[in-house]
């Protein structure tokens, strides 16, 4: 079992929006603004997409978005598209012991 | 072209070792801290071990603590785990990253495509 919780799947169609969860604790999602998501496809070298909760990197789309309210964190992209189809991990700091917890991963496909 | 690419992946015998290497290229590699990630098959990720970007510093996680260790040469923009007394929980894939800045070690801009270990009798 993931530190962090994800739902297994999520779908939507293209040009709808989507959120994705990540259930955490006030060890790690609720101390700390340094949650980050991932975009894996297979074969293909993992993709940030979010970092310090809401900061996107460069290049990525601004229809990706992030929040965080107490101990869930949050993604969501709007406007979706094809290629936004993946895995999605959540990642989060959760102090010098454990150093990061990862999420499950969720499944997103776009109808 | 930026990017970071894995090699060393196989299959070993429980108790085994391995040595897996990641080359970089297209930044500067040695102002960098790194760091191993593993996927176990249909799991999620799971940090293994990183490394500071001149070695002072290195970390593991307490699942691979003592048999794992890792090292990178920035003469040669190389990061490495020596993986000893393999188990059958050590099969995953193994991605190397590079945070992304000199201060912000907890995210990772860039990736490799992994490479797997498969641990098994």
């Known amino acids: 079992q993931s530190a962090l919780i994800q739902p297994a799947s999520v779908s939507g169609s293209r040009g709808q929006s989507i959120t994705i969860s990540c259930a955490g604790t006030s060890n790690d999602v609720g101390s700390y603004s340094l949650v980050s998501w991932y975009q894996l496809h297979p074969g293909k070298a993992p993709k940030l997409v979010i970092f310090e909760v809401n900061k996107r990197p460069s290049g990525v789309s601004d229809r990706f978005s992030g929040s965080k309210s107490g101990t869930t964190a949050s993604l969501t992209i709007s406007g979706l598209q094809a290629e936004d189809e993946g895995n999605y991990y959540c990642c989060a700091y959760a102090g010098s012991d454990t150093y990061l917890v990862f999420g499950g991963g969720t499944n997103l496909t776009v109808l | 072209q930026v990017h970071l690419v894995e090699s060393g992946g196989g299959l070993v015998k429980p108790g085994g070792s391995l040595r897996l290497s990641c080359a970089g290229s297209?930044?500067?590699?040695?102002?960098?801290?790194l760091i191993w990630i593993r996927q176990a098959p249909g799991k999620g990720l799971e940090w293994v071990s990183y490394?500071?970007?001149?070695?002072?510093?290195?970390n593991y996680a307490d699942s691979v603590q003592g048999r794992f260790t890792v090292s990178r040469d920035n003469a040669e923009n190389s990061l490495y785990l020596q993986m000893d007394s393999l188990r059958v929980e050590d099969t995953a894939v193994y991605y190397c990253?590079?945070?992304?800045?000199?201060?912000?070690?907890?995210?990772?801009?860039?990736w490799g495509r992994g490479t797997l270990v498969t641990v098994s009798s």
């Open positions: 990253a590079k945070a992304y800045s000199s201060s912000s070690v907890w995210y990772f801009d860039l």
């Open positions: 297209g930044f500067a590699f040695s102002d960098y801290y």
């Open positions: 490394i500071s970007s001149t070695s002072s510093y290195t």
